[in-house]
């Protein structure tokens, strides 16, 4: 299998753009997570999924920022406006099972937003 | 308002000796315990978990060890390996789905 798929692994946009991050869960997991990484505040966890409905968005930081699973094989999370203080490393994990099996996490998309 | 917090960002030890990574929490509510490993250019991957109805698991080098009461928990890796070189979060979570993790500790196992 090859794993969490994330696309693009890097991107460095200008302030006030729109910015569109792709990941593709492994197959056959049922609950997918977005997170974000910065040095002060380390993993947060933005949104999580199960059965592709969105299930608690609490951790989305603002209306900015918006996530969608059209189907169990992808899922996108959408910054618009963006703004500097976005940069951040954005992880997709997925897991397949009840709370407390493994999360495999994605390489990360690496962003940077001038 | 961190809920999980490792207070040290770094970590330097001699191969072959123990590694001791510390992590503490606030919320009482928290129930499943987990540490991750992160290389350079990689997503974290799961590492030891532990329940809070114990106190020590156990995994070949790893071991966690849970303190509830003190709202603690630490990884001990034995003996340290170069290889064990990597950022190591701390993960709790008290329902399985949302988890709340450190800022990570950067450990350097010295040849």
């Known amino acids: 299998d090859a794993g969490v798929i994330q696309s693009p692994r890097h991107e460095v946009t200008e302030m006030g753009q729109e910015v569109t991050l792709r990941c593709k869960p492994i197959s056959g997991h049922n609950s997918l997570f977005w997170y974000r990484q910065t040095m002060m505040r380390g993993l947060e966890l933005l949104i999580y999924f199960n059965n592709n409905v969105p299930i608690d968005d609490s951790g989305m930081p603002e209306d900015r920022f918006s996530a969608k699973m059209p189907n169990a094989s992808f899922s996108t999370l959408k910054i618009q406006p963006s703004e500097p203080r976005d940069s951040a490393v954005y992880f997709c994990a997925s897991r397949d099972g009840g709370p407390q099996e493994t999360q495999y996490f994605g390489p990360g998309t690496r962003l940077l937003v001038l | 308002d961190q809920q999980v917090k490792q207070n040290s960002p770094s970590l330097s030890v001699q191969e072959g000796r123990i590694s001791i990574l510390n992590c503490d929490y606030t919320?009482?509510?928290?129930?499943?315990f987990l540490w991750y490993k992160k290389y350079p250019a990689e997503g974290p991957t799961f590492l030891i978990s532990?329940?809070?109805?114990?106190d020590k698991n156990e995994d070949g080098r790893f071991t966690v060890f849970l303190n509830k009461s003190a709202k603690h928990l630490s990884l001990h890796i034995v003996p340290s390996q170069p290889g064990d070189s990597a950022v190591y979060f701390c993960a709790a979570t008290p329902t399985g789905n949302q988890f709340y993790f450190g800022t990570g500790t950067s450990l350097t196992v010295i040849p």
């Open positions: 919320n009482s509510m928290f129930d499943y």
């Open positions: 532990i329940s809070s109805i114990k």
